[in-house]
């Protein structure tokens, strides 16, 4: 038979993932902090632990699903393949599962970096979408947004001086 806090505690979980994609650790750290300190607090750890366990067997919660959906929104904010790595790690999918989804990514689409990377030329304006006119601190600038978001120098070279507006637009439509 349950118990009372186990189905407290479920509903909790069920809450948090309608409203939210989750990978099993965000889930049971959502839990831990809401049972804390209140009366479901005795014997959480174990009811948790069950709950994950069995949303896991009803593929309700599958971090692989999750971290390839993640990565497939990251890549259209323009992240680099090491950034979404990075923010996966931060998530609390393990290392086997990112490099799982990184592969099947790169299966897909050999040229995701570059593709990455244009749609985040475009969606910020930099490179031969600019509006101003370029200085050294522009230049700067367009490399920092894209050093930040994890590219290489080469390959932001390439995008920012390289490759006219037309020809990023081909390689965003082509991947789409």
């Known amino acids: 038979m349950v118990s009372e806090n186990y189905k407290k505690i479920e509903s909790k979980a069920f809450w948090y993932l309608e409203r939210y994609a989750s990978s099993s650790k965000n889930l049971r750290d959502y839990l831990r902090k809401k049972v804390r300190d209140t009366e479901l607090n005795q014997d959480s750890e174990i009811i948790i632990n069950q709950i994950i366990t069995n949303l896991e067997k009803q593929n309700i919660l599958n971090d692989a699903v999750f971290s390839e959906s993640k990565s497939r929104t990251f890549i259209n904010k323009g992240w680099s393949l090491s950034k979404i790595k990075f923010r996966l790690k931060q998530l609390g999918i393990n290392s086997e599962t990112i490099e799982i989804c990184i592969d ?12 990455a990377a244009s749609k985040l030329v475009k969606k910020r304006s930099i490179g031969p979408f600019r509006r101003k006119e370029l200085d050294e ?3 700067n600038k367009e490399y920092g947004i894209l050093a930040r978001a994890g590219f290489n120098y080469a390959l932001s070279k390439k995008l ?12 965003i439509n082509n991947y789409n």
């Open 104 to 115: 099947n990514i790169k299966a897909e689409e050999s040229d995701i970096e570059i593709i």
């Open 137 to 139: 601190k522009l230049k």
């Open 160 to 171: 920012l001086y390289d490759l006219s507006a037309k020809e990023i637009e081909d390689i």
